[in-house]
């Protein structure tokens, strides 16, 4: 059965962009008779608050857009973290990484992976086990990575030249990004991967370390982003801002979800509606490659 996600970080008010991919993930997994959960990634130290997490959970509620199962805060999965980190030393694919992120900046000689990404250069790979209150990184096995992407169609990606080996656990003691997508889509059995194309380049990374810890590859999907009106990255005044905000200007949810779903391939032009009636004109090879645009007069 397809079980789809949404795995917003609760750092600040969902976006067009978020929304856009929370519906696409949605109405996926709706149209394959399948189910979707919401997983909150508040790993991130004090950058994530309950609180944004709960008004996150509001506005996609609001969108008709609610998890089939209990939210889990990934805050509360350490122990899983944890395990599937001394899964990984066992398998010797761990290393102590004591490189400051000013280290980094002076060696950095790749030129820049798409995104503005550095690969990590391996500097410390040879360094001996010092325990698991390191930071840590996984040692990428070489060689490219194929996936078939649902909008991209087949990707072929060397992820040692995209991100390097990436870190999995933080000296201030955070589990990083990479290590807490792969273990809680392996752990929830996630059939499908919806995100913004600025994660396509850590897919073949992620793929690795699902191989790695011997779970199963979801499909992925990566979608064009959503920018301002005038092709620039969504800042606060163009389209950076949550359903409250575009409510106070006038635009209600149902005319939003009407663009979204019209953006997505739905609709032959944005009206208003409710997410059920996009439902079934989703498709996969409806949904454009491109990059949307959020209308001039919502900014
Ligand atoms: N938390 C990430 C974001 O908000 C998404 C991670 C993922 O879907 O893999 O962009």
Redesign the pocket.
Known sequence: MTLG?????PTGVLHLG?LR?ALASWLSARKAGGDWLIRM?DVDGPRCRRDLGEAQLRDLAALGLESDGPVVWQSGRSEAYREALARLHRANRLYPCVCTRKDLQVLASAPHAEDGLRPYPGRCRTRDWEGFDRALRFHLPGGPVHWEDCILGLQVDAPEALTGDPLLFRRDGCFA?HLV?VVDDGAQGVTE????A??RSVTATQIRLQEALGLLRPAYAHLGMVLAPDGGRLGKRAGAMGLEALAARGIPSAEILGWLGWSLGCLTQPEACIATDLIGAFHWDRVPRNEVRVPESWT
């Open positions: 996600r949404f795995a917003p970080s978020n991919t990634e990004y997508v991967v919806v995100r913004g600025d994660l």
